[in-house]
């Protein structure tokens, strides 16, 4: 699967067009930032142009950056929020009380706290699988009442889980639910999820489709106008959790440069992840990309080009020593999120509760566009320094 397969243009110059824009009264190349809200009438009170009344839904800014993300991930629509959070919140607020939803039990900690403390309040039921093993979906369904969704996320944050999305997409489907893969770690670069079978892929368009830790935005992609699309639809429309159009402008100025970008941190990240694995101060190291790595069959079967940019790894001891790797950094900057052009380090430990799991000697990188030999050396003087 992957690129080669489509008819029509490889992600790559879909990104760097950005929407194929051009103004053909300008002569413009880049589309321009319409921060109209309100859109007006004619004399015969008809609007003057239809596909724009009012821009909590369809302003003409969001438009270039949807179409480019919906090309990306070879989908037919897309829909941009204020940020992943919201893109998430409003699969879920399509739900009904009796519903069920089948959970990782290791995933990014935002979508999964809120996610639970949602389907508690609007008595929605949910079950939990094994995100390195999508054969224990099958016993996570609900036969009874009946799955609605099955949630997938792959690679996960920070667990670097690997779930098979096309097995996924056939337990789900045998039992009637839908699948939503958020897609955010992977990034359209190295995975199509729509082709595998999931019927929704979720960015947080934060991280890598904006890449310049600088707009919060998420974004949805259906192939298919389901039943479901159209109510998130809905929801969007009338409960607005849109981003401003100076983000999705910005947004689209970042995507034009996703592949320049996530091809070169991927491929340090496995020059990292190597090096990591071989350094006597680390215990273990979580990249997809490495072949020892649990997923990393699954992986190379769906994931065309490279392993993504994010890794985690633990080091040889505990909560402090993990603390005093990421403080001795002085390329590397401590802070949380990931998928910028900066290289990011954290200690999820630190900001998870205990009962997520993540290991106290556990740092998460979000590897950047420096150069590697740069972060290299800032890790292993870092990690050489342990010793004094
Ligand atoms: C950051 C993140 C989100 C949430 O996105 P925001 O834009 O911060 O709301 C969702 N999923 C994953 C995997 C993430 O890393």
Redesign the pocket.
Same mark, same amino acid.
């Given at each position: 699967m992957g690129e080669l397969d489509n008819e029509g243009p490889a992600g790559a110059t879909v990104a760097a067009k950005g929407g194929h824009y051009l103004n053909v009264n300008s002569g413009a190349i880049t589309p321009p930032i319409d921060l109209s809200t309100t859109f007006a009438r004619d004399d015969r009170y008809n609007p003057i142009n239809p596909a724009n009344l009012y821009s909590r839904d369809n302003s003409p800014t969001f438009i270039h950056a949807e179409r480019t993300i919906a090309e990306l991930e070879d989908g037919d629509e897309c829909l941009l929020f204020g /940020? #992943?959070? @919201?893109a =998430?919140a409003a699969i879920f607020y399509t739900l009904k009380p009796g519903s069920h939803v089948v959970l990782p039990d290791s995933m990014?900690w #935002? @979508?999964y706290s809120w996610i639970r403390l949602h389907c508690e309040r609007a008595d929605i039921f949910t079950s939990y699988y094994d995100p390195a093993d999508a054969a224990t979906i099958a016993a996570a369904i609900d036969r009874q009442t009946r799955t609605n969704i099955v949630w997938v996320?792959t690679p996960s944050?920070p667990m670097m889980h690997v779930t098979d999305i096309a097995l996924a997409a056939e337990i789900a489907h045998e039992a009637g639910a839908l699948l939503c893969v958020?897609s %955010? @770690?992977a990034t359209p670069v190295f995975c199509k999820p729509l082709n595998y079978g999931a019927d929704l892929v =979720?960015h /947080? $368009? %934060?991280?890598y489709l904006n890449g310049h830790s600088d707009v919060? $935005? #998420?974004a949805l992609v259906t192939r298919d106008r389901h039943d479901l699309w159209d109510q998130v639809a809905r929801e969007r429309h009338l409960a607005g959790a849109v981003p401003g159009n100076l983000e999705a402008w910005l947004l689209l100025r970042g995507i034009r440069t996703l592949f320049v970008r996530v091809e070169r941190a991927a491929v340090s990240a496995m020059r990292i992840a190597t090096m990591l694995r071989a350094h006597g101060a680390v215990e273990a190291v979580l990249y997809p990309g490495l072949a020892d790595h649990p997923g990393h069959e699954v992986a190379q079967r769906q994931m065309t080009g490279g392993f993504g940019a994010l890794l985690s790894f633990q080091v040889r001891g505990d909560e402090a020593v993990a603390k005093k790797v990421a403080g001795q950094l002085q390329t590397i900057i401590s802070a949380t /999120?990931?998928g910028g052009v900066e290289t990011l380090i954290e200690h999820r430990y630190s900001v998870e509760p205990p009962e997520t799991g993540v290991p106290e000697n556990l740092l998460r990188l979000s590897v950047g566009i420096e150069s590697c030999d740069d972060l290299i050396a800032d890790l292993q003087q870092s990690l050489a320094a342990l010793d004094k």
């Open positions: /940020s #992943g959070m @919201a =998430i990014y #935002g @979508a996320e944050n958020d %955010t @770690a =979720i /947080s $368009a %934060t991280k919060l $935005a #998420g /999120s990931l």
